[in-house]
């Protein structure tokens, strides 16, 4: 029965991807978008199936539905595995994944290849579950490299646009470098090992007299590369922003619900690799500090609503990556898990706001939508004041796990992710005051058609403010229901205990009341000072620096992309040029041989006897003199 309804969770979308694609333009555009979303909670409700299997059993289900590669001992089963993790990750993957299908009925309604956007959205979340669910890193790296390709489909899905087209390559292409680490890490640990099965590596390496720690670190390096490129950590983190250029639908569902988390799913399904390279995991916790103030101050000065949330995210999984950095995975899920309600409702809300405004992403054209689109509005309220750790909202829980874990282990990057966090109610708030408050400063076209979405836009939101307000339930200090379903995973969650005492209330106190303080900063300077943000020509000093994303893409463009086209250009003038003389060369040679060689053959006998008279005695000469 756990086979069967496996595969349906894992089919049901593809399902939906081969329908929509071969018969969905006969469909109809509603039908096409039903049958997508169907499929999806199709795969939700089997999700609740194993969750209730899981929760109340407490044993991983494992299924090995045949041997796929097997080269002496070393042995690769196609196989699922569904534990309490997967099972926490395929919650929100199908759960929020449905609403963002529903959503998507409404947004591309207009779309001519509405079936196709439907499709890639099935084929998305397929991939997606395929990485979560499988039993090893091989059919984990499947699922890595399909939503890799639907990121590339979805992001370039208005494909009539060049700069579309340009960003979507931008996110295969830096996808592709962090992926070369995955596949080292992986070669790494299957030559070690002589496995890629995640219960057979646990087993080995618990209990192993001695181990290669240096071949464990160098692998659990290259899989931190990876995890890097796809949850857009520094250096591979330029393509998150660019991938804005998707439909809005599309950038919830990789910046939410799906691609972007895989790199902490890998690390937390991997944690007894990685707890035993304590320098990679102070790496990863560097990284991830560095990276949630960098995109953080980028976040402070960008226009395009969608930019903001865009390094909203990129900030947010910073502090993610250094929750796993420290060895706090379980908080690492917890805030994937907040912010994965908080970020879909955002983007959602962003798109319902950009729906209104007929394609209009720059908040310095919009204002006084809170009149007219009160469920946006609200929704998008309730999900800034989550993001910016208001407390009883479900980011105060999450992100004030993060930084206490911070400053027991480490002041200094407690204080970064500080600092990133003041500046994320800053942004956000910045965000919500320029769209919603003050008078409206569009055209009057656009005042003219404002209106409030439909219901089939407006729903999700308000599930997803719903979940933003009431997710951080899942781990009170204290009283951490994730932290006690994650101890199969996390068997140190068993022994740990965690009391609130002055340090800890302290601290609180001071994230708190650094979050209010971004939010007034924001309220004096939009609503009190009625400052909106002046023409891309009229940015200048460090505002531009940070305007501009501190020109990291332009030094990519300058060290990578030029010097590769300029190496490109001097092999092919040069060196392809040299050796296609060379060659031709030779074929002209040939056939000049050939031309002369043709005039002996003029159908003389007389010459030809005389040819083989010659040839004939230099032979017998050739042989007397070689006595």
Known sequence: MNTNIALVLVLAPLVGFLINVFFGKNLGKTVSGALGTLTVLVSFIATCFFFSTVSSSKEAIQISLFDWIQIGTFKIDLGFLIDQLSVLWLLFVTGIGSLIHLYSISYMHDDENMHKFFAYLNLFVFFMITLVIGSNLLVLFIGWEGVGLCSYLLIGFWYKNQDYNDAAKKAFIMNRIGDLGLLIGIFILGRQFNTLDYTSLKTIISGASELNLYAVAVAAFALFIGACGKSAQIPLYTWLPDAMAGPTPVSALIHAATMVTAGIFMITRLNFIFDLAPDVQNIIAIVGAITSLV????????????KVLAYSTVSQLGLMFLALGLGAYEVAVFHVITHAFFKACLFLGSGSVIHALHGEQDMRNMGGLRKVMPVTFITMLV??????????????????????????HNIPLWVIGSIASIMTAFYMFRLLFLTFFKEFRGTEEQKHHLHESPALITVPLIILAILATFGGLISLPGNSWLNHYLIPILPKLATAEHHLGTTEYTLMAIAVIGGIVGIAIAYFKYIKNDTVPPADAEITGFTKVVYNKYYVDELYDTLFVKTTNALSRFFRDYVETGISSFVFGLGKVTNELGFYGRK??????GL?????VLGLCAIISFLFLAQ
């Open 383 to 408: 999900s800034s004041l989550a993001i910016s750790g208001v407390p009883l909202f479900s980011g105060f829980f999450s992100k004030d796990e993060i930084l206490l874990t911070a400053f027991h």
């Open 608 to 612: 030809y006897l005389f040819a083989f």
């Open 600 to 605: 002996v053959q003029n159908g003389s006998v």
């Open 295 to 306: 995109a953080a101050t980028i976040g402070l000065a960008q226009n395009d609503i969608k």
